[in-house]
T-cell receptor, first 114, second 111 residues
Framework: DGGITQSPKYLFRKEGQNVTLSCEQN?????MYWYRQDPGQGLRLIYY???????QKGDIAEGYSVSREKKESFPLTVTSAQKNPTAFYLC?????????????FGSGTRLTVV | EDQVTQSPEALRLQEGESSSLNCSYT??????LFWYRQDPGKGPEFLFT???AGEEKEKERLKATLTKKESFLHITAPKPEDSATYLC????????????FGAGTRLTVKP
């Protein structure tokens, strides 16, 4: 079955540590996205990529980095510069515009600072 | 800047009690308005896309409608399994296919 896989499901980060969240899709989608979800707030866009080897900053890119070396993969690194990283992170993918089918989301990674 | 506001924040219904959720939006030009369902600890699941005012789409007990300023998600005779958070999102014609999401409405249906 086609889908989008995020790992790990839970992640704990120590102060000053970089961590990487994995996102893999086998839907042959061109576009991939990273969103952050905090309680009581809507999903906020961190980074997105419409083609391999190209990506753009979203509304809250500071303290995060991404790469898109393969169509299937779009990992997100939460760096030590991100001062409040505790949140639920969602990866999504779509065809070019995500129109008729919307985005397909992964099941999320919950990151906690310890 | 595009804005999406959903109301109410939370809604509690008895099984069979129909109601509507509201999504008000501001965009330069609407490419599409999207509804998603999200269960606790899971990623959102796509429900509908609406493109132009007057359009309606239905799926089981859900019907989404669209005007130039807002969208409604009507829930007819809800069941406990309809309990979830419902998210609204918009795409702007001047954007890059990214979506801006509202904060969601948390629906609870009691048996």
């Amino acid at each position: 079955d086609g889908g989008i896989t995020q790992s790990p499901k839970y992640l704990f980060r120590k102060e000053g540590q970089n961590v990487t969240l994995s996102c893999e899709q086998n839907l042959n989608h061109d576009a991939m996205y990273w969103y952050r979800q905090d309680p009581g707030q809507g999903l906020r866009l961190i980074y997105y990529s419409q083609i391999v080897n190209d990506f753009q900053k979203g509304d809250i890119a500071e303290g995060y980095s991404v790469s898109r070396e393969k169509k299937e993969s779009f990992p997100l690194t939460v760096t030590s510069a991100q001062k409040n990283p505790t949140a639920f992170y969602l990866c999504a993918s779509s065809t070019g515009t995500g129109g008729d089918d919307g985005y397909t989301f992964g099941s999320g990674t919950r990151l906690t600072v310890v | 800047e595009d804005q999406v506001t959903q109301s109410p924040e939370a809604l509690r219904l008895q099984e069979g009690e129909s109601s509507s959720l509201n999504c008000s939006y501001t965009v330069s030009g609407l490419r599409g308005l999207f509804w998603y369902r999200q269960d606790p600890g899971k990623g959102p699941e796509f429900l509908f896309t609406l493109y132009s005012a007057g359009e309606e789409k239905e799926k089981e007990r859900l019907k989404a409608t669209l005007t130039k300023k807002e969208s409604f998600l009507h829930i007819t005779a809800p069941k406990p399994e309809d309990s979830a958070t419902y998210l609204c999102a918009v795409q702007d014609v001047l954007g890059n296919n990214d979506m801006r999401f509202g904060a969601g409405t948390r629906l609870t249906v009691k048996p």
